[in-house]
């Protein structure tokens, strides 16, 4: 967008311990900004970011905020209001429902304001050879026949969660992401990123060993970890790595998988 467009990007630095780099989030911000996008977790290293901070900032400059909530949501509580956020996106198998299907929140006077990005069935309020007038939101933005099995699925997973109480699973999460942290700490063949305030993943490396290898060996144990680059290659070179290990928890994990994660890397040395 910003080559078609000629729009100028600027990209916020990251600190040693991979959250962003505020003071030059600061500085960066103009009465030229027009849009801040940032992730309310980061997908590598789980590091949980400021929003309503961030997003104080930019509303100061005039700047709209899209905010991408994929990794935060199934976590924690989401309150788009008190944070104040303009946009707020996720996708539903980030919340144990169905994949290829997603929410795009946004105030209700931007969505009025903003045109349709595609055509389709229903959309539409009205067609003829001479001009077309479309609905209203959300359905200008729902071009033809909808993921009806997905939607379906979606509300399944939605009555699911809200069966639990988000705030009691966001604290269980976080005590055994520190369990593990804790432990991996002790060996001195592995290496952590990131800092302490994350959810949802555990970024490391073992000395001497390919992520691809790290993450082949624990699966011959029945251990399931992602490894690659994450779709984050700028933030793995930002600490110097082609590619990384990635432990990922959801509402399933328990302290029998902390332990058998902590022996099997303990037993690569």
């Known amino acids: 967008l910003a080559k078609d467009k000629g729009i100028i990007l600027h990209v916020v630095r990251l600190l040693d311990d991979g959250s962003i780099d505020v003071e030059h989030f600061s500085s960066l911000l103009s009465d030229k900004t027009k849009l801040v996008s940032f992730a309310h977790v980061f997908n590598a290293i789980g590091t949980i970011n400021p929003v309503k901070e961030l997003v104080e900032k930019a509303h100061e400059k005039g700047a709209l905020v899209l905010v991408d909530g994929a990794q935060a949501v199934g976590h924690f509580p989401i309150d788009v209001a008190a944070w104040d956020v303009d946009f707020y996106a996720f996708s539903f198998h980030k ?9 795009l929140y946004g105030k209700k006077h931007l969505l009025e304001e903003l045109p349709p990005y595609q055509s389709g069935g229903d959309m539409v ?8 007038t479309f609905q209203p939101p959300p359905f200008r933005f729902e071009a033809g026949t909808p993921a ?19 705030n009691e699973l966001w604290q269980e999460e976080k ?10 700490s002790t060996l001195e063949h592995i ?4 800092h302490n305030k994350r959810i949802g993943s555990v970024m490391f490396t073992v000395k001497g060993m390919h992520p691809l290898d790290v993450g082949t060996l624990l699966d011959f144990k029945g251990i399931a970890i992602r490894t690659g680059k994450h779709c984050a290659e700028p933030l793995l070179r930002r600490f110097s790595l082609a590619a990384s290990c990635r432990a990922s928890m959801g509402i399933y994990t328990n ?12 037993e690569m040395r």
Not at 125 to 132: A, D, H, M, R
Not at 148 to 166: H, M, N, P, V, Y
Not at 191 to 194: A, K, N, V, W
């Open 95 to 103: 919340l144990y429902g169905p994949t290829g299907l997603g929410v």
């Open 125 to 132: 309020e009205s067609v003829s050879l001479e001009k077309t």
């Open 148 to 166: 009806i099995a997905e939607i379906i699925g979606a509300g399944a997973a939605l009555r699911f969660l809200s069966t639990w109480d988000q």
């Open 175 to 184: 005590k055994l992401i520190q369990q593990l942290i804790d432990r991996l």
């Open 191 to 194: 290496t952590l990123f990131g």
């Open 255 to 266: 302290e029998e998988d902390i332990d058998r994660l902590y022996y099997a890397l303990a």
